[in-house]
């Protein structure tokens, strides 16, 4: 009996082999030292490997010459595949604490770096351990903590450099859907997860699998200000996330890198970074309480004195920057506590004077939020007497972050620009 070759068939075959083996077609062109188009010729059925090649081919894809070029039986064109990359090494559940954790980058980072096995801090049975020190590290890192917005930009090199990691990042404004689908689903297929951050408030996808071709990622999702979604980080239930492709968003690769940062370089980059940011005293955003610096102090104190002017019955300048505020007051005491031991020939005792100021300013800001901030003014004088009592809280923070500035800068040792005193 004569069997029919077809190219066709044998094309669609060694595609399939080849995304079932995770190999991308430029690595199998590598491997078999033919150029990237040729084995799109192959896959495409519009050519065939030369007899030279087929066997080292057959060695690749782990099957028979005979199972490449005559298939006993066709996957359908139209097939769909789910393919999910699984964490490197082990997640123990989470440990830390799910409040205050309400920025989404910090939460993510810690995420890629539990997911890629890189985390030495482990429990009796070898697992990972998701606690809050990464999450308080890479709030540093992208100077989440030294500022008060609820969006960031792609954080920096050193955020994922301390994990030996990079990252290459495409606009959907420049790509299109399907390339898109294309570089997240090979990146994937390579053993590295990616994120995808829309341009509007919702969900930022951490992704490391997806279904039908990449239309469909799947992953754990993450959003500033919800607590709740930036503590968990377990891969044991990935959600799926349809239509990403065609909302505006960056798509971010992450990809291995031969240049890695130190955590103690990246510690002292961020203690300088943060210095010059919190010691800022002009403002140069568009909106009063987005920004960095001592300057927010007095930007919030004006926005209650003009509440006051409009008899406003409600506090408007209150929530969520209350919330904010604290949080990265706490992030900030626990950074300088980990710096104290992470970071070589800097001056101790003035870090900790400038750790005991903020734990002054933490102690203000829990009594502000445990007590009368907790409930809304019942009338335009009870609301004046709150304004009054939170316009003390931000004096008195405005001086205890200036001596905490003052004692950091003498920590690692720069100039001192701001004067010692509170308004």
């Known amino acids: 009996m004569k069997i029919l070759f077809d190219s066709y068939k044998a094309g669609k075959q060694i595609a399939f082999l080849r995304k079932n083996k995770g190999i991308t077609q430029e690595e199998l062109a590598q491997r078999l030292s033919v150029s990237p188009q040729a084995v799109s010729k192959w896959e495409n059925g519009h050519t065939m490997p030369e007899v030279s090649i087929l066997a ?3 060695k690749i894809l782990g099957a028979t010459i005979d199972e490449i070029l005559l298939p006993t039986s066709m996957i359908p064109v139209n097939a769909n595949f789910e393919h999910v990359l699984l964490p490197y090494n ?11 954790r309400s920025i989404a980058w910090p939460a993510i ?11 030495c801090h482990k429990d009796s049975r070898k697992r990972q351990m998701n606690d809050d ?15 008060y917005s609820w969006g960031q930009e792609m954080p920096g090199k050193n955020c994922l450099a301390v994990y030996g990691l990079s990252c290459e990042v495409y606009d959907s404004e420049q790509y299109d859907a ?3 689908m294309y570089l997240a689903t090979e990146n994937i297929l390579k053993g590295y997860p990616v994120v995808v951050e829309p ?6 996808i951490l992704a490391s699998g997806f279904s039908y071709n990449g239309k469909v990622l799947k992953g754990i999702s993450f959003l500033d200000g919800d607590d709740d979604k930036n ?7 990935l959600y799926d996330f349809p239509g990403w492709y065609k909302k505006k968003v960056k798509l971010i690769l992450i990809k291995p890198s031969a240049d890695k940062v130190s955590v103690e370089d990246a510690c002292k980059e961020a203690l300088c970074e943060g210095y010059r940011l919190l010691s800022n005293e002009i403002h140069q955003f568009d909106q009063p309480l987005v920004g960095y610096g001592l300057i927010i102090y007095e930007n919030w104190r004006n926005e209650l004195r003009m509440e006051n002017e409009k008899n406003l019955e409600t506090i408007d300048c209150l929530y969520p920057h209350i919330f904010i ?11 300088l506590e980990l710096c104290i031991h992470t970071v070589s020939g800097i001056d101790r005792e003035s870090l900790e004077t400038a750790i005991s100021k903020y734990d002054e300013l933490i102690n203000i800001c829990e009594k502000a939020l445990n007590g009368w901030l907790t409930e809304n003014p019942k009338d335009i004088d009870a609301a004046r007497s709150v304004r009054q009592g939170f316009d003390y809280i931000l004096r008195r923070s405005k001086g205890l972050e200036t001596e905490a500035l003052y004692s950091w800068a003498s920590a690692i040792k720069t100039e001192h620009h701001i004067p010692l005193t509170a308004n």
């Not at 503590?231 to 239930?237: A, N, P, T, Y």
């Open 231 to 237: 503590s968990v980080m377990s891969f044991k239930q």
């Open 90 to 100: 082990e997640i123990a559940d989470f440990s830390g604490r799910k409040w205050p």
């Open 133 to 147: 020190t990464e999450y308080i590290l890479q709030s540093a890192y992208t100077s989440t903590c030294f500022g």
């Open 178 to 180: 399907e390339t898109l």
């Open 199 to 204: 341009k509007e408030y919702e969900d930022i």
């Open 325 to 335: 505020h604290y949080e990265n007051k706490m992030c900030i005491k626990q950074f």
């Open 109 to 119: 980072l810690s995420a890629i770096k539990l997911f890629m096995g890189l985390e």
């Open 56 to 58: 080292e081919l057959s």
